[in-house]
């Protein structure tokens, strides 16, 4: 068949394309910028790629229109505390009307559990989605997960930044709240069993793992299979907001993620049928096999996609190609260069900076900025990096965004996404003389932008100097 998979850059359409190829289908990935598709090589040859943004197309590009199925990915709750759910709806409104050009048969849309009366905004906004959806002029799929677990996923990082680093805490009364996580490969399961059944056709079902536990439990779950200890201490005194600012400050999570988190967790999302686990014949993974085989993949470094890199988990909310050409007026910068040796070691240096390797030099002041940038609002250090060697354009990298990661080139170039007042990129290339230049740019904003500047420069010496000769000698130690 041939499929458009919209959201095909996000953490479930990342999962979801190598699959759909493997059983032989035609496959159309829809993104906002075809800059930003970082799934493999191997994988980009065997598709087609067609921008659309669903916030504001609603004409169907030529090669969307002779599609049989579409999967709806598209999710934007992670960009706004405030106007997410209208921004949802328009996209779906936009989406049928899309639609309406084109022969779809079936449309796949992976939603909520809803089966509470009490629903948080988020659940009311893909409740509303859903409705949306049935009014398009094709047969609608809907499968209602709540939360999945798999390496890379929003829920099980967050989980994971609690139980390694906070031996103990002091919880609010959401960690009592019940649940029933799914692993990431049976969503996958369910998502391509779909296809083409017309008894799946315009159902809803709800789909989930076989256990029901709490936040509490999945946290102790957790850190029996990892072998640690923790002791949770639950409080029913913690606001709303400072439940945000614990996992805001605690976990990689963005500060508007985590208000919609904690507005989510006060509401049970449990099935109410297993409908579509009988005709699919699928027997689900329980919860601890869930957590070994993330950690399996995690330790193989084959994690293929993570929240982390979308681009509302930081500053951005729109392209990134804006950002590319460096401003040349107006601007700060600390430019410095050195001759190499063997080019592509220092390549292998530099592909390989932030996360677990750390920044080369004066590592412990990255991760006082890194603090300080959290306290102020910002991304902070924790988001690392989703793979130890490899870099696509839109990744997220410590407090830092990949705009071109191009190895025939040889240049990097990053987009700070730390609180500051103005706009910062660094640079690495390597010339054809072998040549290393690292160059920091800064923009200022207003006087307090040159102040910060200027502030900082005496670290800036000491950090970027250290930082370039340590990539070029492959000194990796702080």
């Known amino acids: 068949m041939r499929i458009l998979l919209t959201g095909a850059n996000g953490y479930i359409g990342m999962r979801l394309l190598p699959q759909l190829l493997e059983q032989g289908h035609e496959v ?56 997410f759910d209208k921004q949802e709806a328009q ?6 009307l899309m639609m309406a050009e084109t ?9 909520g559990i809803i089966n509470q009366e009490e629903l948080s905004k988020h659940l009311k906004s893909r409740k509303k989605v859903e409705e949306i959806l049935y009014k398009g002029n094709f047969n609608l ?9 798999g390496s890379g996923s929003s829920s099980f990082e967050i989980i994971r930044d609690l139980c390694e680093k906070l031996p103990v805490m002091i919880t609010p009364k959401w960690v009592k709240t019940k649940c029933q996580p799914i692993a990431i490969r049976d969503i996958i399961k369910y998502l391509t069993g779909v296809i083409g059944r017309e008894e799946c056709y315009n159902e809803s079902f709800d789909v989930g793992g076989p256990d029901i536990l709490t936040y509490q439990e999945m946290m102790e779950q957790y850190a029996e299979i990892r072998g640690l200890k923790i002791l949770i201490i639950g409080v029913p005194v913690m606001s709303p907001k400072l439940s945000s600012y614990w996992l805001y ?57 993570s929240w982390k890199d979308s681009l509302s988990s930081g500053r951005f909310r729109k392209e990134l190609n804006k950002y590319i050409q460096i401003p040349k007026y107006g601007c700060l910068q600390d430019k410095k260069s050195v001759q190499i040796e063997n080019p592509e070691e220092v390549l292998d240096r530099i592909w390989a900076i932030g996360g677990l390797t750390g920044w080369y030099y004066g590592n412990w002041l990255w991760k006082v900025r890194g603090y300080l940038d959290k306290l102020a609002g910002g991304v902070g250090l924790r988001r690392g990096r989703t793979h130890p060697n490899k870099i696509n354009a839109g990744d997220s990298l410590d407090f830092w965004r990949v705009l071109l990661a191009d190895r025939e080139e040889r240049r990097l170039l990053l987009f700070a996404e730390m609180k500051v007042p103005g706009e910062a990129w660094l640079e690495f290339k390597i010339d054809e003389n072998n040549v290393l230049h690292q160059n920091a740019t800064f923009r200022p904003k207003g006087l307090m932008g040159r102040a910060y500047w200027y502030s900082m420069y005496p670290f800036h010496y000491f950090i970027f100097e250290g930082m370039i000769n340590k990539i070029a000698k492959g000194n990796k130690k702080k």
Not at 29 to 45: H, Q
Not at 141 to 149: E, G, M, N, W, Y
Not at 261 to 289: A, C, G
């Open 103 to 111: 022969s779809v048969n079936q449309v796949i849309y992976l939603s």
């Open 91 to 96: 996209a779906a409104e936009n989406f049928n």
């Open 141 to 149: 799929t809907v499968l209602r997960a709540a939360i999945i677990v």
């Open 249 to 305: 400050f605690v976990t990689s999570t963005s500060y508007r993620l985590a208000q919609n988190l904690v507005d989510s967790m006060s509401v049970e999302v449990i099935t109410k049928d297993t409908r579509l686990q009988e005709i699919l014949n699928i027997e689900p993974i329980h919860y601890k096999e869930a957590i070994k085989l993330a950690f399996y993949k995690i330790e193989q470094n084959e994690v293929i996609s």
């Open 28 to 83: 159309v990935c829809a993104v906002r910028n075809r800059n930003r598709f970082t799934s493999y090589d191997e994988l980009k040859k065997k598709v087609e790629i067609v921008e659309i943004d669903f916030l504001e197309d609603s004409k169907a590009p030529e090669k969307i229109k002779n599609i049989d199925v579409a999967y709806y990915l598209i999710h934007s709750m992670t960009g706004s505390t405030k106007d």
